[in-house]
Every structure is written in C-alpha cells, then in structure tokens.
C-alpha cells in the first residue's frame, strides 16, 4: 500500500529559500530581488527575510505561491535553481 498523495493543482506551495548573504560572484540577494525573479508567478505573499545564520554567511527567505499545474511548477522550480547563491530550497 502507497502512502503518496496526489496533488490537486491549483496548490499553494510553501518554500524557505537559504541563500550565501552575497550570493554568487558577489551579488547581494534581497527580499525585492527575489520578489522580482518570481514575478511572473501568483505570489501568495511577498517573498520575505526569514532569519540570517549566525555567523551571517546565509539568510534565509521564506515564500508562498500559488501554482495552476504540473507545467508551472515545473517553471518555478527551474526559476529556484536560477537564484544565485542558493543553498537548498526547503
């Protein structure tokens, strides 16, 4: 017996984003940055600063969005893997 559940699209999909503070080749993420890459998508809330690591090196962002369907999921997450600096997305 499977326990996998299947998604019913639209979904809204909750992500925390950990970024290096500079990023990659020395650009700085910000929350406008980042609300500007995802633009394009049905943004539940603004993408927002969740806390930084102690020592400062990472920051993390969290965000909400609402997808329609396998296809733009699919395109957010590419959009994800585009971030420079990312971490790992959770």
Same mark, same amino acid.
């Given at each position: 017996? !499977?326990?996998?559940?299947e998604?019913?699209?639209?979904?809204?999909?909750?992500?925390?984003?950990?970024?290096?503070?500079?990023?990659?080749?020395?650009?700085?993420? %910000?929350?406008?940055?980042l609300?500007?890459?995802? !633009?394009?998508?049905?943004?539940?809330?603004?993408?927002?600063?969740?806390?930084?690591?102690a020592?400062?090196?990472?920051?993390?962002? !969290?965000? !909400?969005?609402?997808?329609? %369907?396998?296809?733009?999921?699919?395109?957010? %997450?590419?959009?994800?893997?585009?971030?420079?600096?990312?971490?790992?997305?959770?």
């Amino acid at each position: 017996m !499977s326990n996998l559940v299947e998604l019913k699209f639209p979904v809204v999909a909750h992500h925390r984003l950990i970024l290096l503070r500079q990023g990659c080749g020395g650009q700085v993420c %910000d929350a406008e940055k980042l609300n500007a890459a995802f !633009s394009v998508f049905e943004l539940v809330e603004p993408v927002a600063e969740s806390r930084a690591s102690a020592g400062g090196k990472y920051v993390s962002y !969290s965000l !909400s969005v609402r997808l329609k %369907d396998r296809e733009e999921m699919a395109r957010f %997450d590419a959009a994800i893997a585009g971030v420079p600096g990312l971490k790992t997305c959770l």
